[in-house]
């Protein structure tokens, strides 16, 4: 018999594509009008996400039986030249994910320096560099982060 799929499960994959979003947000400042892009471009690219999920639901759904779905997890792989053109994909696409995070979360990091908050040593990261004002030591600090995060060797943990 077949099983369904708990909530759970379908927020474990919807999740990561909203969380990206999140970029866009936190690279905000570069914005000419922040307050009217960031809604608009928020709520367009969620609306985008669930267009694409839903055109990858329908193009799987027309193209493999039922039984393949619930019995085989990479059912694209099969079909493709090569297996390694998704996994390439998959790689090239967390890669730009976890750019995406350490360069927005260092813009975020600077952007809580500068708010002058009774942290200590956190005004350290408010400095950015001569040309672009880029949050150099904020991508030092959540580059070690991340790097920390990943040592443990169980993200869960993180999680």
Request: hydrophobic content about 45%; charged content about 15%.
């Given at each position: 018999?077949?099983?369904?799929?708990?909530?759970?499960?379908?927020?474990?994959?919807?999740?990561?594509?909203?969380?990206?979003?999140?970029?866009?947000?936190?690279?905000?400042?570069?914005?000419?009008?922040?307050?009217?892009?960031?809604?608009?471009?928020?709520?367009?690219?969620?609306?985008?996400?669930?267009?694409?999920?839903?055109i990858l639901?329908?193009?799987?759904?027309?193209?493999?039986?039922?039984?393949?779905?619930?019995?085989?997890?990479?059912?694209?792989?099969?079909?493709?030249?090569?297996?390694?053109?998704?996994?390439?994909?998959?790689?090239?696409?967390?890669?730009?994910?976890?750019?995406?995070?350490?360069?927005?979360?260092?813009?975020?990091?600077?952007?809580?320096?500068?708010?002058?908050?009774?942290?200590?040593?956190?005004?350290?990261?408010?400095?950015?560099?001569?040309?672009?004002?880029?949050?150099?030591?904020?991508?030092?600090m959540t580059?070690?982060?991340?790097?920390?995060?990943?040592?443990?060797?169980?993200?869960?943990?993180?999680?």
């Amino acid at each position: 018999g077949g099983s369904t799929c708990s909530f759970s499960t379908i927020f474990g994959i919807i999740f990561p594509a909203m969380t990206g979003i999140m970029e866009g947000a936190n690279l905000s400042g570069d914005l000419k009008d922040p307050g009217s892009a960031i809604g608009k471009g928020t709520i367009g690219a969620v609306l985008c996400s669930i267009l694409v999920y839903i055109i990858l639901l329908l193009t799987l759904a027309s193209s493999f039986t039922r039984e393949t779905l619930k019995e085989n997890m990479t059912p694209m792989q099969d079909l493709t030249p090569s297996k390694y053109i998704i996994v390439v994909g998959i790689a090239i696409s967390a890669g730009s994910s976890a750019l995406g995070s350490v360069f927005g979360g260092s813009r975020v990091l600077q952007a809580l320096a500068r708010d002058d908050l009774p942290f200590p040593g956190l005004s350290f990261f408010a400095k950015g560099s001569l040309h672009g004002d880029e949050p150099r030591r904020a991508v030092m600090m959540t580059w070690l982060i991340a790097q920390l995060c990943c040592f443990i060797g169980d993200l869960d943990i993180v999680s």
